[in-house]
Nanobody, 124 residues
């Protein structure tokens, strides 16, 4: 199983970015949970948002509710993270991760497969 993130970059505060996570070696229709996590320098890894590819249920951290949304395209084995109203506090390396399951959550140790990450930098 391989996960690859894309879409990171530099954006001004208040702007938007859309990240993509594309998986190979799995079939999303079989039921996977895809989560997005982020790691900023000097900070702990933080769970951001996750989705069940089987049911479409989502779960988001309080810090991103109302700003970030997640969606999936099972035909493309791809999950999208739409990030709006970005602020400098959102600056981090963003990782997608996957586990075989149905209930979305942000328990990082339970995720089995991880992508290499993509950098998001929000300037003030």
């Amino acid at each position: 199983v391989q996960l690859v993130e894309s879409g990171g970059g530099l954006v001004q505060a208040g702007g938007s970015l859309r990240l993509e996570c594309t998986a190979s070696g799995v079939t999303f229709d079989d039921g996977y949970v895809i989560g997005w996590f982020r790691k900023a320098p000097g900070k702990e890894r933080e769970g951001v948002i996750s989705i069940s590819t089987g049911y479409g249920d989502t779960y988001a951290a309080d810090s991103v509710k109302g700003r970030f949304t997640i969606s999936n395209d099972n035909a493309r084995n791809t999950v999208y993270l739409q990030m709006n109203s970005l602020n400098p506090g959102d600056t981090a390396t963003y990782f997608c991760a996957a586990l075989h399951g149905l209930a979305p959550h942000l328990g990082a140790p339970l995720y089995k497969w991880w992508g290499p990450g993509t950098q998001v930098t929000v300037s003030s």
